[in-house]
C-alpha cells in the first residue's frame, strides 16, 4: 500500500477517500506520494522513494515543477475544481468595490449606540452611493475554468464581457456564453473595461502583466480584481494609480505589507477557495490522479508530464517510464524487453515538450534487472513495474 504525506489540512471527505485506498505517511522522507495546497516545498528534501505531488487547487508556484520532474516525480493539479468558489468571491468582490458595502457596515457599526440610528443613516447614506454593474464592461483575463464561468456570470448579471485568452481551449470555448466577445488584442481590455478581472497562472510571462504601461491604458475609475495570483500585479505601480484616482478600486486575495495599506483597496485573506465544497472538490480530484498514477500508471491534469491513459491493467504487468523526449527511446525499451523475452501487449506513449511519458504492457516472467537496465538508460527519469492482472 502506498504512504501518502498531507502537507496541509484537507477536507474530511478528501482524508475518508485517501486512507481508504492509501496509508498515511506522517513524515515527508517516508512518503512515496504528498497531497499539498499552500505548503511551499521549494525548500523541501524530495524523498528518494517519491512517485507524485498533487496540489489540490490549481496553481502551482509553491512546487520546485523542473526539480520534481528531473527526479520523475509527477505533479498534478485540480483545474476547475474549486472555479465556482473563485467565481463567486469576483462577483462580490464587483459588488464590493461598485457599492460602498464595507463603508456603510462600518458606519453602522460605529453608531450602533445611537437611539436615532436610522435617522442618521438615512441622512448619511449619500456618502456611501455607488453605481450598478449591469450595462458596464467586464474585462476577463484568461478563460481557463475559472474566467469562462466569470464571463459567464456577467453576462447573466446583464454587463458586456470581452475575453482574452490566446491559449483558450476547445472546452472552454464551447461553454462561453456566446454573447462573451473575444479580443484579440489585450489592449481592448485595458482601454474598454470598467472591470478588469485576472485568470492566469504565475509563471514568468505573466508576472507583472499588469504593471504602470498597461494601467496607463485604462479608464480612469476602473475597477482592478485580482483573484489569481499577487505576482500578476506589479503592486507598487498599483499604489500610485489608486492613490491618483486612475484607478478606483483594487480587489485583491492576496494581503501583504502593501496592499493592506492601499488607498482604495478592498483586500481578502485569500478566500478564493475557501468553501467547503471547492475543499471538497479539490481533495477528491487529487485522490483519484493519485490513485490512477499510483495503480495503473495513467496521467490526468499533470503539470510536468504528459496525460495518457491505458485504461485498466490487462496483462501480467504495466511499465511505467517518465523520460526525456529524445530519439529511440521507445526503441530502446523494446530491445530491453525483448531481451528478457517479454511481449508487447500494449502500448501508449505522450510527450510534453523535452519530457515523455511511455506506458508498456507486457505479458511473461518479470525480473528485477529489466526495470534496472531501463533506469539505466540515458535520458530515463524514472521508470517503475505495476503488477496487473
Known sequence: MYKVHCMNRISQAGIDQLFGTFSPAKDLQDAEAVMVRSANMHHEKLPQD???IARAGAGVNNIPIDKCTDKGIV???TPGANA???KEMVIAGMLLASRDIIGSTRWVSEHADDEDVATAAEAAKSQFGGCEIAGKTLGVIGLGAIGAMVANAGRSLGMHVLGYDPYLSVEYAWS???HVHAVRNIGDIYTQADFITIHVPANDKTRHMIGRDQI???KRGVV???YARDVLVDEYAMTDALASGHVARYVTDFANPLTTHMKNAIVTSHLGASTVEAEDNCAAMAITELREYLLSGNITNSVNFGNVDLGP????????VLHKNVPNMIGSFSQILSDAHLNIENMANKRRGNVATTLLETSGPWDDDVIKRINGLEGVFRARMIPGR
Open 216 to 218: 496607463a491604458l485604462m
Open 224 to 226: 482592478v480584481l485580482n
Open 313 to 320: 491493467i490487462e496483462t501480467d504487468e504495466r511499465v511505467v
Open 84 to 86: 465556482n468558489g473563485v
Open 176 to 178: 462561453l456564453d456566446r
Open 75 to 77: 505533479v498534478f493539479n
Open 50 to 52: 517519491l512517485l507524485a
